[in-house]
């Protein structure tokens, strides 16, 4: 309904999609976990250089990785991209 939406915009618990789902996306003990559909590949966007991408190999997709963001990092969002090149992302994530 539209006060359930609203309270999940509020409390920043949405993602953005042009295609993929964002199954999950969880911390547990200060490492990022993301449960998606099958896609190419998983990126960890993070401020500067720190983030990670988990590719696809051997034309298997991927649908989980997990990244533990190092100390430098202060904020990290998720971003699946599948064979189309269609994208979802996540809000940042800022206590992990």
Do not use: K, Q
């Amino acid at each position: 309904n539209a006060e359930a939406i609203l309270a999940a915009v509020r409390s920043g618990l949405f993602y953005a999609s042009c295609g993929p789902t964002l199954e999950h996306v969880g911390i547990d003990d200060g490492v990022v976990r993301v449960r998606t559909s099958p896609v190419a590949y998983i990126s960890f966007v993070c401020n500067g250089p720190y983030g990670a991408h988990m590719y696809r190999e051997g034309g298997s997709p991927v649908t989980e990785a997990e990244f533990r963001p190092p100390p430098e990092a202060f904020y990290v969002r998720v971003e699946a991209t599948d064979l189309a090149g269609r994208t979802a992302w996540s809000n940042p994530i800022f206590n992990f």
